[in-house]
Nanobody
């Protein structure tokens, strides 16, 4: 049984930073990619960033490029999302997800992901 658990969410002032963690419990196939998504109130869930198994490939949505960095530590079964220069519009529930088929050209597509975490709330105050 595979479980993804997000942590590190919370409240922060605009301009601040947060680092989210996604820890995987259970075994995933080698080559699994991991992505981060978010869903703001009243909006659809959107893709933010993805990283391949070895950490050599990353991909970012234009909306957050330059402000977020995705990384991973496979020894800890954890993927991170460092977010800087946070804005009130970054307020959302943030989800991590695993894509067991591995890296692809459609790594930003939600339906490609097999396992999802429960989400972590991030609130940015103005």
């Amino acid at each position: 049984q595979v479980q993804l658990v997000e942590s590190g969410g919370g409240s922060v002032q605009a301009g601040g930073s947060l680092r989210l963690s996604c820890t995987v419990f259970g075994r995933l196939p080698g080559g699994t990619a991991t992505g981060w998504f978010r869903q703001a109130p009243g909006k659809e869930r959107e893709f933010l960033a993805a990283i391949n198994w070895s950490g050599t490939n990353t991909y970012y949505a234009d909306s957050v490029k330059g402000r977020v960095t995705i990384s991973r530590n496979n020894a800890k079964n954890t993927v991170y999302l460092q977010m800087n220069s946070l804005k009130p519009e970054d307020t959302a529930v943030y989800y991590c997800a695993s894509e067991t088929a591995g890296w692809s050209r459609i790594i930003n597509v939600q339906s490609e992901y097999d396992y999802w975490g429960q989400g972590a709330q991030v609130t940015v105050a103005s």
